[in-house]
């Protein structure tokens, strides 16, 4: 069985380093990208159902992480986005699960948190 696919879309490179070696751990496979433009990119040219999971910050070099949700959520309605924003406020909350967000992360948070998420959301990455 091929291995789930996580996407990563940060603009903090040691963000980016530390999610991928730890999800590349729990057998994951995982593509990472700085900005929104080339995630929008990726998405528009994969495969419907390549990707398991989409982590997403909602401050992004390129435009607010809330647009490019919305945009996400056009081209592949199922897929699940975790929102994470070290910028936390309930309105933030609210609105990024309005746009169709299935869990918000305030950073930082912990591997435990990050790696329960992951499993909630897409199972264990194993199966």
Known sequence: MPRKIVLICDDEEGMLRYLK????ALGLAVETFADGTSLLRRLAGGEPGDASLLLQDMRLPDGDGLQ???RVKELRPALPVVMMTAYACNDVACAAYDGGASHFLPKPFSRETIVGVIRTTIGDADH
């Open 68 to 70: 490019f949700l919305r």
């Open 21 to 24: 070696k730890m999800l590349e």
